[in-house]
């Protein structure tokens, strides 16, 4: 499965962006779908995920409330919609692919598939 993260780039705080991602080679049918980010300097941190096991959505504490992950079967895509951007929330974002077990979803040591990362800027 090859993945082509999209919808990054320059926003004032307080702003939204909507990034996606869209498979080929495969579907997002059979496959857990995560959002990280990465800032310089710093680790690979969880953002968000749909879970197939469940249908349910996974967020990291800093973004609840203000990011919403969602699929849309059809277009095979998946998207992860921000809202009320924050500085903080500047990095370069990457959606992943796997079968992670739920208690694992988080970690992106578990995702087999990574698209190439889209840069998000927030000023402020």
């Known amino acids: 499965v090859q993945l082509q993260a999209s919808g990054g780039g320059l926003v004032q705080a307080g702003g939204s962006l909507r990034l996606s991602c869209a498979a080929s080679?495969?579907?997002?049918?059979?496959?857990?779908v995560g959002w990280f980010r990465q800032a310089p300097g710093k680790e690979r941190e969880f953002v968000a995920a749909?879970?197939?096991?469940?249908?349910?959505?996974y967020y990291n504490d800093s973004v609840k409330g203000r990011f919403t992950i969602s699929r849309d079967r059809a277009k095979n895509t998946v998207t992860l919609q921000m809202n009320s951007l924050k500085p903080e929330d500047t990095a370069v974002y990457y959606c992943?692919?796997?079968?992670?077990?739920?208690?694992?979803?988080?970690?992106?040591?578990?995702?087999?598939?990574w698209g190439q990362g889209t840069q998000v800027t927030v000023s402020s």
């Open positions: 749909s879970a197939i096991q469940n249908n349910r959505q």
């Open positions: 992943a692919a796997g079968r992670p077990v739920i208690s694992a979803i988080s970690s992106p040591l578990i995702y087999g598939y």
């Open positions: 080679g495969g579907t997002f049918s059979s496959y857990s």
